[in-house]
């Protein structure tokens, strides 16, 4: 495993904790309701 | 309500331009005021939420004969009383904000009931034009009103509409204009509550205009003195108004007169108003026939016959959801372990990329997501059915017979919404409990709520009864939902002589009348309930399938899955499971990374039991060729789910063989899993921790995790012990084959 791959593994390793993160939670999650503004204050 | 004005709230006009009229729309709940407002404002309709709450909102501006109008809808209520979240709502709009005009939409069909808030709202003082719905609906029973009277007697303009015929809309907007441009020749007319209630609100009058006279420059006079009057607490505190403030001795006389509960006093003052209206208005023919809402109601709500009638909707809805959806998903699946697997690992290889990213988008990614959107058309099917009793009026049946059970647990049938939200997705569900009235309700309701089958556990269902229950996959599934609804009545009536004893409040519940939803609004709100399914495949699935991955495959090179950091977490947690008949790494594992979101258990199984690249059999195939079995196959799957369809009313001659290709995860789960642990396997997922949204939800609504924490304590243990009842006992019966 080269220099390379491991830099490509943190980069997609932060890319999906920054998803989890954006997801659950800074978003909250997602629930009918969500696009209506209701939860905008959850 | 945050601060806001009704003449600039998202107003698009300039401010050199008149600002536009401001009307509020507000009626009962079910008189068809969204169908109304809808056809006015098309797509001008803006919807969102009133602020801080989960309580829609819809806004339209637009131009009608030259003049800009702004239709505000106000949450159905049937009174101003201040006692629910849309009552509160509605109060606050009309006192604080005050709009031009009020179109106030009565439902013709039930006029006497629905003057009681006409009466409330013309004691405002702002003009009323009263929309006169399903007025054709009350035509064909034989009703005929006088309009005229109406209009003389309120001093409100009245205009009949059919808002799903679109009728009368543009005499509606024609009289809103006509009214608003002469408001004060078209005030509502104060109507007389009789001498005593009239002689007190003026001795109150004299009061407050001597001791608190910026008072009427903020309220509506005589609302605000009616209201005074009956004693409401909310607003007394509102305007800072001590209690020995009002002098006693003007309601001393009332008292005396007509008992304690002036509040009371007042209301029967307003039903006696509707009431006399009514009778003066509108003429019945003398014979009336019998509904056919009645009719069905006789048998739908039969107290013997309603819980056995709405458990079998429920095993139709479910069988039928299985039998359409299974050939979708079917093609879903193969579209995903084939050309899509093998066209990502051929354009993977083209631009060179590692071969450790082509097993993560492969065995990761493709299978971890892939097989969560196997299970989006049961989960859209499923909304679709729902979404269908709801709009057809049952769903408020089902509450109603409900009732029993839910006094049984210490709550009334209004804590059955977010419950029946709950089989959707549990979140909504929890944000629900905001509309009932005590934190008691709340917090009960809430914490019974992850017991209802949402649709993410949906996925593990479909999968495990395909694989041992092929035969009668909608009966398990159900058996499932009706265990999860047995449960909550269980659990309710332990919290309730534990945690939250008290008796539950009474609650009048609404029945709608009968009919049949349009397609298009049974489509666009399936789409509503369902769509989140997809957001969630694409954000959180997608990301935890990547960690799955990689825990699979570290500490890097390691040879078997069984000796990854996944497998070594799930090795610990195994043994926990064994008495459950499931305890396997693989399992542990699935169940594990499941607390983020329940499909995530199938994704996880997906990729822990994917095929190793030399493992995959599939010849090789041309783009175009590909493209084209895609389209063939996914006839195919149409063709199929309509031969179910007839299978499913019993004309199985025509339905479709049984599909004997099964795809590699179910294979490999028939050889880890037996039928009864299969079953117990579901119990489990039915039943252990909430997910990790479930948790955020609560917190919030709650300002704690101290709910949270009592309800993932009593959940593990639950699903741990129903598990194990299911599959020891199921083991001495000698079921364990």
């Known amino acids: 495993m080269g220099a390379f791959d491991i830099v490509l593994m943190i980069v997609i390793l932060a890319g999906a904790a920054w998803l989890l993160y954006r997801s659950l939670w800074k978003k909250k999650g997602h629930c009918p309701g969500c696009d209506g503004g209701g939860c905008g204050d959850k | 309500m945050t601060e806001q004005t009704p003449h600039t709230a998202n107003d698009a006009v300039s401010s050199a331009a008149p600002r536009p009229l401001v009307v509020a729309v507000a009626g009962n709940p079910n008189v068809g005021k969204s169908t109304l407002i809808n056809a006015i404002a098309g797509t001008r309709l803006q919807v969102g939420n009133w602020p801080g709450v989960t309580v829609e909102k819809k806004e339209a501006l637009f131009e009608h004969n030259g003049r800009k109008i702004r239709l505000v809808d106000l949450p159905g209520t049937y009174s101003l009383s201040p006692y629910t979240q849309e009552e509160i709502i509605a109060r606050d709009y009309l006192v604080k904000l005050r709009p031009d005009l009020i179109v106030n939409v009565v439902d013709a069909t039930n006029l006497e009931r629905n003057l009681y808030l006409t009466v409330q709202l013309m004691e405002l003082g702002i003009p009323v034009v009263m929309a006169l719905n399903i007025y054709d609906e009350a035509e064909a029973k034989g009703y005929r009103f006088n309009l005229h009277g109406i209009e003389t007697m309120l001093g409100v303009g009245v205009v009949p509409t059919s808002a799903t015929r679109r009728s009368g809309l543009t005499e509606l907007l024609d009289k809103v204009l006509e009214t608003a441009a002469q408001p004060a020749d078209h005030a509502p007319r104060i109507l007389n509550y009789g001498d005593d209630v009239e002689t007190a609100v003026a001795l109150l009058g004299d009061t407050l205009r001597r001791e608190h006279p910026a008072l009427f420059a903020l309220y509506p006079e005589r609302w605000l003195l009616l209201r005074l009057m009956e004693g409401d607490e909310r607003l007394r505190q509102e305007i800072n108004l001590a209690q020995d403030a009002l002098p006693e001795e003007i309601f001393h006389h009332l008292r005396r007169g007509h008992g304690e509960d002036l509040e009371a006093l007042m209301a029967d003052a307003r039903y006696s108003q509707a009431a006399g209206l009514a009778r003066e208005?509108?003429?019945?023919?003398?014979?009336?026939?019998?509904?056919?809402?009645?009719?069905?109601?006789?048998?739908?709500?039969?107290?013997?016959?309603?819980?056995?009638?709405?458990?079998?909707?429920?095993?139709?809805?479910?069988?039928?959801?299985?039998?359409?959806?299974?050939?979708?998903?079917?093609?879903?699946?193969?579209?995903?372990?084939?050309?899509?697997?093998?066209?990502?690992?051929?354009?993977?290889?083209?631009?060179?990329?590692?071969?450790?990213?082509?097993?993560?988008?492969?065995?990761?990614?493709?299978?971890?997501?892939?097989?969560?959107?196997v299970f989006v058309p049961v989960i859209f099917m499923m909304m679709f059915f729902i979404t269908f009793l709801e709009g057809s009026g049952y769903m408020a049946r089902a509450a109603f017979v409900m009732d029993r059970a839910m006094h049984a647990m210490g709550l009334h049938g209004k804590s059955f919404i977010p419950l029946l939200l709950g089989f959707g997705c549990n979140v909504p569900g929890i944000y629900a409990t905001r509309t009932l009235e005590n934190p008691r309700d709340k917090v009960l309701t809430a914490l019974l709520?992850?017991?209802?089958?949402?649709?993410?556990?949906?996925?593990?269902?479909?999968?495990?009864?395909?694989?041992?229950?092929?035969?009668?996959?909608?009966?398990?599934?159900?058996?499932?939902?009706?265990?999860?609804?047995?449960?909550?009545?269980?659990?309710?009536?332990?919290?309730?002589?534990?945690?939250?004893?008290?008796?539950?409040?009474?609650?009048?519940?609404?029945?709608?009348?009968?009919?049949?939803?349009?397609?298009?609004?049974?489509?666009?709100?399936?789409?509503?309930?369902?769509?989140?399914?997809?957001?969630?495949?694409?954000?959180?699935?997608?990301?935890?399938?990547?960690?799955?991955?990689?825990?699979?495959?570290?500490?890097?090179?390691?040879?078997?899955?069984?000796?990854?950091?996944?497998?070594?977490?799930?090795?610990?947690?195994?043994?926990?499971?064994?008495?459950?008949?499931?305890?396997?790494?693989?399992?542990?594992?699935?169940?594990?990374?499941?607390?983020?979101?329940?499909?995530?258990?199938?994704?996880?199984?997906?990729?822990?039991?994917?095929?190793?690249?030399?493992?995959?059999?599939?010849?090789?195939?041309?783009?175009?060729?590909?493209?084209?079995?895609?389209?063939?196959?996914?006839?195919?799957?149409?063709?199929?789910?309509?031969?179910?369809?007839?299978?499913?009313?019993?004309?199985?001659?025509?339905?479709?063989?049984?599909?004997?290709?099964?795809?590699?995860?179910?294979?490999?789960?028939?050889?880890?899993?037996?039928?009864?642990?299969?079953?117990?396997?579901?119990?489990?997922?039915?039943?252990?921790?909430?997910?990790?949204?479930?948790?955020?939800?609560?917190?919030?609504?709650?300002?704690?995790?101290?709910?949270?924490?009592?309800?993932?304590?009593?959940?593990?243990?639950?699903?741990?012990?129903?598990?194990?009842?299911?599959?020891?006992?199921?083991?001495?019966?000698?079921?364990?084959?």
């Not at chain 2, 509108?282 to 006789?298: A, Q």
């Not at chain 2, 709405?310 to 299985?322: D, I, S």
């Not at chain 2, 097993?359 to 997501?369: D, F, H, K, R």
């Open chain 2, 281 to 373: 208005v509108l003429f019945k023919k003398e014979e009336r026939r019998v509904e056919m809402t009645e009719r069905i109601d006789r048998v739908v709500l039969n107290r013997f016959l309603g819980i056995p009638i709405f458990l079998a909707a429920m095993w139709l809805v479910f069988k039928l959801t299985f039998d359409l959806s299974k050939p979708f998903g079917d093609w879903i699946n193969d579209m995903a372990g084939g050309p899509f697997k093998h066209w990502t690992t051929v354009l993977l290889g083209l631009v060179g990329a590692p071969d450790w990213t082509v097993s993560l988008a492969t065995e990761g990614v493709i299978s971890g997501v892939g097989f969560v959107l």
């Open chain 2, 449 to 737: 709520i992850p017991l209802m089958s949402c649709g993410a556990r949906l996925p593990v269902y479909v999968l495990f009864v395909g694989a041992f229950f092929p035969n009668n996959p909608g009966t398990v599934i159900w058996s499932l939902y009706v265990l999860g609804i047995a449960l909550a009545i269980v659990m309710g009536v332990f919290f309730k002589r534990t945690l939250f004893r008290g008796e539950a409040p009474m609650f009048i519940m609404e029945l709608p009348p009968y009919r049949m939803p349009s397609f298009t609004s049974l489509c666009l709100h399936t789409w509503e309930k369902g769509k989140h399914f997809l957001i969630k495949a694409g954000t959180y699935i997608l990301a935890v399938s990547i960690f799955v991955w990689f825990l699979l495959n570290l500490p890097w090179g390691v040879e078997h899955k069984k000796d990854s950091y996944l497998g070594q977490a799930g090795q610990v947690m195994a043994p926990v499971l064994s008495p459950l008949g499931f305890g396997t790494w693989q399992a542990a594992s699935s169940l594990i990374t499941g607390v983020i979101a329940k499909e995530i258990v199938v994704g996880t199984m997906g990729e822990i039991y994917a095929p190793k690249k030399g493992e995959q059999k599939k010849p090789e195939a041309s783009f175009g060729e590909d493209l084209q079995e895609i389209a063939v196959s996914f006839g195919k799957a149409v063709k199929e789910s309509a031969s179910n369809v007839v299978s499913t009313f019993g004309v199985s001659s025509l339905a479709a063989d049984e599909k004997e290709d099964r795809g590699p995860l179910k294979a490999t789960i028939q050889q880890t899993f037996t039928p009864l642990s299969a079953y117990a396997f579901m119990v489990f997922v039915l039943l252990y921790m909430p997910c990790v949204v479930v948790a955020i939800a609560m917190r919030q609504e709650f300002g704690s995790w101290k709910w949270f924490g009592v309800a993932f304590a009593y959940q593990s243990a639950l699903a741990w012990g129903m598990a194990m009842i299911v599959y020891q006992g199921g083991q001495l019966l000698g079921w364990g084959v």
